[in-house]
């Protein structure tokens, strides 16, 4: 197996495209694991913390922008990202422990596409943009089309994830990653991610989606839009969570039984509701 | 010379201090040699092959491509083996499988190779052709007539007792005390529940690990994460068919072990390949191998009844338990009995029956943890209290009070209590804990939560087996101490070293603690049965005051004064009492003994727990005790509060804190008792909570630490407040009595007394998860 740290985008690309069985390195939280599990046998590692453009954090009109290689410990720590960007920082706050943070990236997370990590929901509730770059330029995806499947993005294997596009507005909205799991650390049993804006008492912007609940993120443009002009009554969640505990498809694991997740959707809602009024 | 209580009265200070752990530093800054860290020349590595099924007969192994890789040295399978059993108390296994695997995971082949990667590599290359046979998994389907039987050898296997008819059955115990049959009637109440336990798993933060090189004599050495360095070496010897004096056991720095580590790990597999290659071989178990591998704690049923009259004074108990002992016997013939000598509790109950079994299934192995079958009677026990007490309208710590043993009663099959202590350790949690405010309301829970508080009442042994210790006097007058005790990381070392100091009036680097090698320690069985500071502590005082005897002759001599009027001041002089000029140094005194009079001095101290009666035959029934009729330690007591707090929502829990009061006899060293107290605690917070290891049809489902959850530090409670009481043991040294397994008894039971105080429903089945606790929730409501 080969190593290689290319020094900039196109250079990692281009390798990227030249060898089927190559793969991207990140923080390598999960892909040292699984280097090691023997789950993945990649022909070379492309390194890519010495590629400047995938770093950091910068805000730019209308949206914040998350270098892929960004990790979560950043994330976490960075106070720019308040409003509707507050939810993608306190999804990073909670993730696993401290040595993980300080080494898992975001770019790391999302390709990954683990149903059960705390980005993906998110990302759908804030309503992100992914920027894709490949060697014929830069797509952007959003976020609701980015997670496909259990492990499964939209990105294609000669792409690599530039950066997450974090809209600002709407600017008074609250954002909160709610994160039920066994222990402190441990992935979610089940996550709320929840954007809300709320103008004199009514709810004026809503987005919500439920994590650990099925292959994907569960987000419903029904439920969103049965919240944004409610008035948040305990009825209209009640609605919203049950419709959200329909779509869901969570698995039966370790963690806990499908059903029971599906459950505690309701009721975890209202929480998040509860938290950011 | 002189009785205890003339002792206690001139106790050295630095008995009880809370000196720093000696291995600390070297722990803390990562210098701390454990058995991986440990490179021989030439060294080899190696790894083993578990079987992907639980029960399966072996077609054939073809190991032809293995061989072959560069690099592997060596590819063992059962049939390159001796047919040399080992076992504690059934001889039933062998270190790896021959014609059949009970166990998935169980090894059946084993490689050495230059490094773990060819090693790995190998065993990819390695096939096996089985035939599937069906697994038994459950407990009381191991015991049915049709059930299909796992060791078809059983009867032929050397065994240290009488094996029960059913072909399943590892042992069966009975006991009973007065007249369970007709007692019901004089019972105003009467509960009656069934009890669901987890196996859970040991974790030690290092995995089991063993280095083993042959010289050329064909003395076998070992370096071994163990708990016992002459267990190691009594098993490896069996194993090989040689005699121990051709096995070495040396123990480096352990990184934990909480029984998992007793009798043997894989300590004879890797000595079979370092005598295969003829090069020291190293094998260090990765934590998925370790989990499927290695031991574990029984998991099992408990079916549970009591009775009690209006006033709350119990009348009556009939128990069964049914525990999985897993593919092979390990310590199982011990620790269903234990279970079933511990299901009365530290209470009077005079009609009592208890039935308990280990059963053979094709799950992994279960052994010693921490407790050995305790907690899993008293969480049936204990839980069932409670519930007796909420039929009754009683406050569940009067009920107990109400029927603690005291000093004039006997414990369970007619012991005799040395201390009767359980009282003293119920007022104080309660009044620590400020039990009746709480209990009555207390303070508000957080939005969401329901808040609520338990307890558990707990008793426990501390004592077991043989031990030995010697104290040298070096030239220079400071000592040195071997006892080959192991510390498994709950501080032995440091305790043993406070307890030579305290006994010879010496500072703690004057004396030497010498790592355990079965090549230079006497015998000592091992770390376990909570019986270091007291079994093994006995020894190292009364070695150090044989040592100490030894010193005043020669003092006497020299100083030309009676024994009698001689006393030892601080730092290794020994004076004429009352006259301060008068003293002489240690060295002095070893010069002496060395070059002109007497010989080297050395102290030496070894006996055998013994317990002061037996149980007594003519007060009840005794079937089945496999080998300890007489008794296994002296009696410990504690009692514990927990005060949680249940999320409505989803059904979890959270300890907010915790109070724990113990019997300690005496606290050689308080923060070390306090660690001991948090530690088993912490863990049994994860008994009660998170930890279970699950199988799907004989395949462990989450062997790795992602998927089988410890609480970390952000789950513990808040605060543990550790209670000390401490009243002198009379046969212990300083009076101190072992803690290590009696605080991991009673967190299961004291926090689903705690659920069950916060939200009405009774949680029958650890570990408490939020599913089960939603669960058992809804049902109370549905049931009002
Ligand atoms: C013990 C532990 C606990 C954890 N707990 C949680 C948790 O509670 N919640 C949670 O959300 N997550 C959790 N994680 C996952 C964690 O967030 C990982 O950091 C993350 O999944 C991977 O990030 P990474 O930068 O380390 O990626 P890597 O491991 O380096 O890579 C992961 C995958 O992404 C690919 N990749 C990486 N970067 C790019 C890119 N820019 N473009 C294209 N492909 C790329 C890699 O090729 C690889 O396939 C946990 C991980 C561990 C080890």
């Known amino acids: 197996m080969k190593y290689i740290e290319p020094a900039s985008l196109p250079e990692a690309l281009e390798i990227l495209s030249a060898d089927d069985e190559a793969r991207c390195l990140a923080g390598g939280a999960t892909l040292v694991a699984m280097l090691n599990a023997d789950l993945v046998e990649p022909s070379t590692l492309i390194g890519l913390r010495r590629i400047d453009e995938l770093a950091g954090i910068s805000v730019s009109g209308d949206h914040i922008r998350i270098g892929a290689t960004t990790t979560h410990a950043q994330i976490a720590g960075d106070d720019r990202l308040t409003g509707n960007a507050a939810v993608v920082r306190d999804a990073a706050r909670q993730i696993a422990h401290s040595a993980i943070r300080n080494m898992g990236t975001i770019g790391g997370a999302v390709c990954h596409a683990d149903p059960n990590a705390d980005f993906p929901g998110a990302l759908v509730a804030a309503n992100a943009v992914l920027e894709a770059a490949g060697q014929s330029g830069r797509r952007q995806i959003p976020a609701d089309e980015f997670f496909l499947d259990y492990l499964e993005t939209s990105l294609e294997e000669d792409e690599i994830l530039s950066a997450v596009m974090v809209p600002v507005e709407p600017v008074g909205a609250r954002g909160r990653h709610l994160k039920f799991s066994r222990t402190h650390g441990d992935y979610a049993t089940i996550s709320i991610s929840l954007v809300l804006a709320i103008n004199s008492g009514a709810c004026s912007h809503a987005r919500v989606a439920v994590g650990s609940a099925g292959p994907a993120p569960v987000h419903l443009a029904e439920v969103d839009a049965l919240l944004t002009g409610s008035d948040l009554s305990g009825e209209t969640i009640k609605q919203a969570g049950q419709k959200l505990m329909e779509a869901a498809d969570p698995v039966d694991d370790v963690r806990g039984s499908a059903e029971y997740r599906r459950m505690i959707i309701p009721g975890l809602l209202q929480r998040a509701v509860d938290e950011l009024r | 010379m002189s009785t205890n209580m003339a002792e206690n009265q001139q106790i050295n200070p630095i008995i009880g201090a809370s000196v720093p752990r000696i291995e600390g530093p070297e722990k803390a800054t990562g210098?701390?040699?454990?058995?991986?860290?440990?490179?021989?020349?030439?060294?080899?590595?190696?790894?083993?092959?578990?079987?992907?099924?639980?029960?399966?007969?072996i077609l054939s192994i073809d190991t032809s491509r293995a061989k072959a890789l560069p690099g592997v040295k060596a590819v063992l399978t059962g049939a390159d083996l001796p047919l040399n059993y080992i076992g504690m108390f059934i001889k039933d296994q062998l270190p790896l499988a021959r014609d059949k695997v009970c166990y998935s995971g169980e090894p059946v082949a084993a490689v050495a190779a230059v490094?773990?990667?060819?090693?790995?590599?190998?065993?990819?290359?390695?096939e096996m052709e089985y035939e599937e046979l069906e697994p038994v998994t459950d407990v009381e389907e191991a015991l049915e007539p049709d059930a299909p039987v796992i060791h078809e050898k059983r009867d032929e296997y050397p065994t240290m007792y009488e094996l029960p008819e059913e072909p399943n059955a590892i042992c069966f115990t009975e006991f009973m005390e007065g007249d369970p049959n007709t007692a019901w009637d004089k019972c105003d109440a009467i509960v009656e529940d069934?009890?669901?336990?987890?196996?859970?798993?040991?974790?030690?933060?290092?995995?089991s690990s063993t280095v083993a090189e042959v010289d050329g004599s064909g003395k076998v050495t070992l370096w071994s994460s163990t708990q016992g360095v002459a267990r190691s070496q009594m098993y490896t010897a069996l194993a090989l068919g040689l005699p121990m004096s051709k096995v070495r056991v040396i123990a480096p720095r352990i990184g934990g072990g909480f029984g998992g580590k007793c009798e043997f790990t894989n300590q004879p597999i890797t000595a079979l390949l370092a005598q295969a290659t003829g090069r020291p071989v190293k094998l260090t178990f990765s934590r998925e191998d370790d989990m499927t591998m290695m031991k574990r704690r029984h998991g099992g049923k408990i079916y549970m009844k009591t009775g009690a009259k209006k006033d709350g004074t119990l009348v009556?108990?009939?128990?069964?338990?049914?525990?999985?002992?897993?593919?092979?016997?390990?310590?199982?013939p011990e620790v269903s009995p234990v279970a079933a000598f511990f299901s009365q509790g530290p209470y009077r109950i005079p009609n009592m029956r208890v039935e308990a079994w280990s059963v053979y299934t094709n799950l992994s192995r279960a052994s010693a943890f921490r407790g050995f079958g305790n907690p899993q009677a008293t969480f049936a026990s204990e839980s069932q209290l409670d519930d007796l007490a909420d039929q009754l309208g009683m406050d569940p710590l009067e009920l107990r009070l109400n029927n603690a043993l005291e000093q004039d009663d006997k414990f369970f099959c007619g012991k005799t209590i040395e201390k009767a202590t359980m009282r003293a350790c119920l007022e104080k949690v309660r009044d620590a804990s400020g039990w009746a405010a709480k209990r009555s309301g207390g303070r508000p829970a957080a939005p969401g939560k329901k808040r609520g508080i338990g307890m558990a009442g707990m008793s426990h042994i501390s004592g077991l087996a043989g031990a030995g210790a010697n104290v040298l006097l070096n030239e220079d007058g400071s000592v040195t101490l071997n006892c080959g005790a192991v510390d498994i990381g709950q501080g032995s070392d440091t305790i043993f070293t406070q307890i030579v100091a305290g006994a010879l009036a010496l500072d703690m680097d004057q004396v030497n603690f010498a790592a355990p090698d079965t090549d230079s320690s006497p015998y000592q069985f091992q770390t376990s049965a909570s019986r270091n500071t007291y079994t093994i502590g006995r020894a190292v005082k009364k070695a150090s005051d044989d040592v100490r005897d030894q010193i005043y002759r020669h003092a006497g001599e020299i100083l030309e004064c009676d024994t009698n009027d001689l006393e030892l001041r601080q730092g290794g002089v020994v004076g004429v009492k009352g006259v301060p000029d008068a003293a002489l140094p240690f060295i002095a005194i070893a010069g002496r003994a060395l070059w002109q009079e007497g010989g080297p001095?050395?102290?030496?101290?070894?006996?055998?727990?013994?317990?002061?009666?037996?149980?007594?035959?003519?007060?009840?029934?005794?079937?089945?005790?496999?080998?300890?009729?007489?008794?296994?330690?002296?009696?410990?007591?504690?009692?514990?509060v927990a005060e949680v707090e249940v999320d409505e929502v989803t059904g979890q829990v959270e300890v907010l804190e915790y109070w724990a009061a113990h019997d300690v006899g005496k606290a050689i060293n308080k923060t070390s008792v306090e660690g001991q107290i948090e530690g088993g605690i912490v863990q049994m917070l994860g008994y009660a909570l998170t930890e279970e290891m699950l199988w799907d049809n004989g395949r462990m489902i989450n062997p790795t630490m992602m998927d089988y959850k410890i609480p970390g530090m952000a789950d513990a409670p808040y605060k543990i407040h550790s209670l000390l009481i401490?009243?002198?043991?009379?046969?212990?040294?300083?009076?101190?009595?072992?803690?290590?397994?009696?605080?991991?008894?009673?967190?299961?039971?004291?926090?689903?007394?705690?659920?069950?105080?916060?939200?009405?429903?009774?949680?029958?089945?650890?570990?408490?998860?939020?599913?089960?606790?939603?669960?058992?929730?809804?049902?109370?409501?549905?049931?009002?």
């Open chain 2, 194 to 207: 069934e009890y669901l336990v987890p196996a859970q798993y040991h974790m030690y933060m290092e995995p």
């Open chain 2, 726 to 784: 401490e009243e002198a043991e009379e046969s212990a040294p300083f009076g101190a009595k072992g803690v290590g397994e009696i605080c991991a008894v009673g967190p299961a039971p004291a926090i689903a007394n705690a659920i069950k105080n916060a939200v009405g429903a009774r949680v029958a089945q650890i570990p408490a998860t939020p599913e089960r606790v939603l669960t058992a929730m809804q049902s109370a409501d549905d049931a009002d």
């Open chain 2, 31 to 57: 210098r701390a040699v454990y058995t991986d860290d440990i490179t021989r020349p030439g060294m080899l590595h190696a790894a083993l092959l578990g079987s992907h099924y639980p029960h399966a007969r």
């Open chain 2, 316 to 332: 009556a108990r009939d128990c069964r338990i049914i525990l999985d002992g897993g593919a092979y016997a390990d310590e199982s």
């Open chain 2, 601 to 640: 001095i050395m102290g030496t101290h070894n006996w055998l727990y013994t317990p002061q009666d037996r149980m007594d035959p003519k007060r009840m029934l005794l079937r089945g005790f496999a080998l300890m009729p007489d008794g296994i330690g002296i009696f410990t007591f504690g009692a514990q």
């Open chain 2, 115 to 126: 490094d773990l990667a060819t090693a790995r590599q190998a065993l990819r290359l390695i």
